[in-house]
């Protein structure tokens, strides 16, 4: 080890500002710098004596090489480090869809690029994509999108990130590190105080888009959410196929996916309903079609074209049929999503693992973020694939929208 | 195969009555002597032409030798075989707790025994345990009861399974195979036909258990137990230690395991209120004389004390403490849990995975059970474990509570 | 009830042939009118006397009117219940994608339909489509391949369906009732046999179609998985853009998803190297063309190109990228999917619930199919979207794999 | 918020040593004073320049009123914080059993208390305990140990404790942070690291605790937990009656549970098996006897008596029988088990949750200790019940245990 830091020459100065200590940033940063076997030396460190103070900290960071130190740097800039202030260096790319070899990815936090000497906010930040400077504006494209000639930014010169701290203020529920997904919880409480902050956004016409997977239907919860359509909790809806299918099934059948809606018996024959279903849709066109005729006269879809609740359906290979709004090219699904998401007040996320996670991949980390599914898998996996934001709750959806819905009504 | 068959010349015929096709009963027959490698023969089948008539089939079964045809015929026994009329045959148990070689292993479906030409019905009936015969008395026993000189049944004669039959009713919800472990099933429906045969059994003052596990005060469901006590939902209350200190925890703190029953954050000294929790009620004697003296002045061990409700608290190794009314010798628990077993009409189980083992364990047949745990693999492990009967819900108990009271209320 | 009887005066016929008393056909024909509240009288029933007889049962089905007896025999033809000999009736699709309104819906079972008297077996067939005539042929297709003026099969004359019996055969894995989904079963033996079939497959040139997900590269379980495409095991993989990408991330960098592949330490910048893997495959056109040039060495994806095993890199909303093999649009990739179904003698599922589920909807009931993965959820969203064949296995395929590769050596 | 602070008059200073910045011990201290809405100040911050060196930080806490800072200090002090240099505060037991109000509760980490102006390190130490002091020794001691008259340490005073840091050196399996329970690690990868410590910990003639619970005999690897007994790995095997019953069932009749150990198929009178074998053992009077007359020749506690490995079986309230050394008071089956923990190297946990916890609960946090099991909630829960150093793996130990045998070998 000894040996191992002799051989570090290549150095670079880095600073840290803001509530460093606690927000755990200048600790993930002298981690990283240990699990990358990189060395550091601190210059100084100004630390905040009260509560409400902001620290800052300088310090040298030493790797092995250049490569090592750039890779480093890298880590370190995500983790809310800035490198002496120089401009933001960008190339262009060869090809469409050829990103060049050193681009910059991106994070899903607040992120600034220097233009000119000047700090410019890059739009339409998502995580694990590239920034293009076009006009002296920088902004955050997936590789897919980036055209041969796009200047896309390279290295970590000019760019600052600014990961979320801890909030100052009493706790609420998105303010504590939810790093477990543990059922044990006191999801009671999560409810009432979740109302309130859904009734909050709906007070300041903000938005929130909900996410749900067909269990909703399976489950009963289905007239809560679309009594939350109703009640105007819902400004987006993001599903898939089978959700929109068999809230239609329900309507026409009273099944979905042929398991039949009180008792759970599931025939054989009832997987037919769910493609008379699509077939019905078809033959009238689009599910706003069917909803003018008086062939859907209630339920979850209802209520989004009642209510011009827009909706992106994205469709997945599982599907049947699909629905003639089944959105069947993913990337074209995922481009309509985007649409919606960068001025999301909240999303919230339910029983659907698939668009859970591909919503998480577009979301900055501003957004208030809830995902709620009893699978506790897909909670890990929505933090594993970097959605750190998400309060993840561990419960049945199919008694959450309900308990949901009954709190929010006290709010009325 | 063919070979092993002519070598199959020990035989016995029994007999199947009952709606046997329909309750698969004769096909688990049939099924259950090609997995062991015996063979049949069908001498009549009189089969009930319509929905409510009754079928009766007679067989010859054949194995490769006595023993073989030994172990079939204890296997078709559990599913309701009846072998040839006899008088059931003892031995006397050699020493305590040592049974004959053997020995019948019980069911826990209604089981009669032949004695004297006479079926009697064995008392207290439950699975894996032994027949003793006292008086012309048919008692079932667990082999630790079991005294040198019991005349305890053995062999398969002159026993007498009737393991239960699909209802002919119209659907109920403890009318289907439940067999598997779904969380997509409609919830909100089974909790309003839950709710209906609560009310049921409460009108005709019957009794309901419910087994319920720490995690009910962590989500906060405490309060919803507590209410299902006070409207008179629960006749008796099985749990363990941490059951009992954390509600106590929570009405003395405010706090279940040291995490706030609101934020849920878990404080480092948190643990401690458990403890003092523990040392609050030494210095009283009881829980019952915490209540008597004002210490605890609501939560669920409280109601139970006011509304007259006995509970069991069941020790196990990973007690703190444990609580001065927690039953530290297991078998002595178990003991104490059969007291009440065996005139409950239902058995709710939630958020206990070694409870509600423990108690369908001791369960007959005919108790409506239901478990609700949002671990699937707890509802698996208790149909694993012969539990067959119990309606597994795969859901969150920290929102089932509140919304079973939510439906109950409406049938006041 | 009795008054309901009364009111059935709408009847037909049906026959029942095979092991249908203890394949339980009989049980769930019976078990499906009471739930329907259908009525039935047996006619005859001819019971095979020893175990390899075949019985008979006819049957009268009374409905409540004609709707209700064409629901009723609906499911009991999917049970496979052959109703009197007539052959099938067609009606014209009326619009591209628009079925008739009495579609039959198909079942996963071998078909036959009865054209010009003579039974026709269904040609690809497949659950939850349709079945067109075309020049006395019947084939099986999706809603969405349907056309104006195809004759589509109406009704439920001239059907029917082969549901699997129960083996004959002393038990093998592939021949128990595998309904539950308990971790808690010898899956070391399991492996041994599954190792045996895969070797029996692959002595008589069969197909071995394997589905995985990207756990199969986090886990490390990637190195086998290689090598059993290297052994011969694997005709045909199924996946999507994450698997490629982390297979080819770790060979050029050694971490899947930024996670190192010995330490399991994630990095922030970790992602990164996703996205870097992504760009070096768009550079060079194709994985094919980055084993050609030397830039993949080794991995999953080498072996399939080097073995000329070909794969389906199915698109989904989540993906980054995708890689430019990956199909996009998700009903082109299901039928990239279907092209390689009809012949398969075995699918291996493992670590991917939406790869897994899609699968399983193509698949007809004979394939041998074993369904690997941690998550008791996807075993059992498999079997609720009836996928019944499959051979759940709820156990860490990061573990199976390279015990499965250490069970074939052994036969090698 | 700014009121709030002026209240806080009361106040007490603190220092924090080591590598308190990036072990997080500082920021967890600061998290914790605004969790609790205390407030603080920073005095000195002298911070290690380079990674080896060490920081210290001094602070004033305030808190609103006596109480409340007694609570902060309580907190800071389990998190590593020192206060003013004091001799330690004992109150006497008043009565067996019952602590005195402000008892001081343990964690399981390294604890110094100060006597007569020495620190002296507290013998036996494990979480949610009690010191007392005797013949100016300190002892950790469970509630129900306490005697009357026992000077039980009171308040904060003369109390150190010291959390773990950070290791320095390159990463192994048991640096890292777990925080999380995903299945998406480099399973293959830790096995190897795993091996190799075990590995070692053999070659110091160390000692290696393994917890198991009857899922190991289920899935078959039996065979391999009885093989690290043979090689030498196992020092100390904690389990339960079902864990014995099983292994012994399976020698004696090739099932576990009336499980086939090939098939997996359960039969009805399988469970009788089980309760054979349970008298077999009480007919000879114990495992030790029945491996001594030859009745059972293989499997786990076959080697355990053959290799003189002790055995700890505790008791549950779901146990049949149970066998003759099954310790059926619980707390004195904790008692027992804690004989063989304070000198444990590793404590290895796989397939029981109840036994996990248990023994979690009784960890000293310096133990090497990994927790292998196939159901998420069992690792989430054994770090919610604190024992925060395990490192948890979400795998199937039906597979892990092979695999470990496996790497085990390579090393001889």
Redesign the interface.
Known sequence: ?ENAECKMTVSEEIELKGHI????I??RV????????G????LS?D?????TDISTARMVIRGKDHEHLD?LL??LQ??GAVLPVKNVETEVAPRD???P?K?Y?T?HHPTYVRIKDRWMRAKDIE??C?IVIEDERAICK???LVKKGDRVVVGHSGVRVEPPE?S?K??D?FG?MQ????????????IVDLAKEMNQIRENNGKIIVVAG??IV????D?SLAELVRMGYVQVLFGGNALAVMDIEKQLFGTS?G???????????G??S??VA??EI??VGSIKDAVKRGIIKEGIMYECVKCEVPYVL?????????LPEVI???????DE?RKYIQDADMVIMTAS???S??TG?LLPSWVKTVSID????VV??L????TSQALGI???P???L??LV?ELKKLE
């Open positions: 080890m200590i606690d927000s755990i200048l600790p002298l981690d990283a710098i240990m699990d990358m076997e060395d550091f030396e601190i460190l630390v905040g004596k009260k509560k890779k890298d880590e995500m983790l869809k050829i990103l070899d681009f990815s994070t995580m694990d590239t997936r590789q897919g801890r100052r009493p706790m529920i504590f790093s477990d997904v543990s059922p044990e919880k006191p999801i009671n409480s999560y067909p269990a399976h489950t009963g919860a007239k996916l398991m039949d809606e009180h008792t759970g018996l599931v025939l054989e024959r997987y037919k769910h493609l699509i077939n078809w033959k994205a469709g997945s290979i599982r599907d049947d049929g699909p069947t090219d993913v990337m074209e699904a995922q999503m693992m698939l668009h996670i591909a991949n009893i699978n506790p898998y890990t996996r933090q594993d694939r970097g561990v419960s049945d199919g008694m959450f309900p308990r009954e």
